[in-house]
């Protein structure tokens, strides 16, 4: 089974709606945060979170926010869609203990925002 | 500040042949340095990482990369590429572990 998870994979949109991407994990890790890809501009930082109830702005967290519902949870939200949003969105985790946490990705999910 | 600049966005190779790919950094303190793949439809999965000891840092795959602090690089080679190297590069830095700033990322073709 996979460590970090995140539901949907692929998501279709309309300009306006309200859309939330979920990510999951099993690693027991405290540290969360959210990325996004676009071709040509690698990843950006959307939040990140280091528990429950430490929550930060990444990058380029305008349009976006989160919502840290457990340890092994956090949720990313569009409030309402555009279609330069539409991009791959990465959940990752790392661990609070060492200097040097690598990060650990889900799989990604592709939104399309029309 | 930190940032992360990689050389060529698209890179290719002949199967057998030495693979490179080029990483800059500026960092105001020593970095941590990564190198995360990332194959088609899938998530980034580390590759190496450099830790401040020692200098030539042996990852998965046969990869490999050697920090260089007067030129402010981690460059990744691979000696002999095959065709399962084909994916997308991608270069990280942190210096505290709580953020990471990536490069653009780099296409590696590898021609049969």
């Known amino acids: 089974d996979a460590d970090v998870t995140q539901t949907p994979r692929n998501r279709i949109t309309k300009t306006g709606k309200r859309i939330m991407l979920e990510c999951s994990q099993t690693k027991g890790h405290d540290r969360m945060y959210w990325y996004r890809q676009d071709p040509g501009l690698g990843l950006r930082l959307i939040y990140y979170s280091f528990d429950v109830k430490d929550i930060n702005k990444g990058e380029i967290s305008d349009g976006y926010s989160v919502s840290r519902q457990a340890q092994a949870k956090f949720s990313l939200s569009l409030e309402s869609a555009i279609p330069n949003q539409t991009a791959l969105y990465f959940c990752?985790?790392?661990?609070?203990?060492?200097?040097?946490?690598?990060?650990?990705f889900g799989p990604g999910t592709r939104l399309t925002v029309l | 500040a930190q940032s992360v600049t990689q050389l060529g966005s698209h890179v290719s190779v002949s199967e057998g042949a030495l693979v490179l790919l080029r990483c800059n950094y500026s960092?105001?303190?020593?970095?941590?340095l990564f190198w995360y793949v990332q194959y088609p439809n899938q998530g980034l999965q580390l590759l190496l990482k450099?830790?401040?000891?020692?200098?030539l840092v042996k990852g998965i795959n046969g990869f490999e990369a050697e920090f260089k602090k007067s030129e402010t690089s981690f460059h990744l080679t691979k000696p002999s590429a095959h065709m399962s190297d084909a994916a997308e590069y991608f270069c990280a830095v942190s210096h505290t572990g709580n953020q990471f700033y990536f490069g653009t990322g780099t296409s590696l073709t590898v021609i049969p």
């Open positions: 450099y830790t401040s000891a020692a200098t």
């Open positions: 960092s105001s303190v020593p970095p941590y």
């Open positions: 990752a985790t790392s661990e609070r203990q060492t200097s040097y946490n690598e990060q650990f």
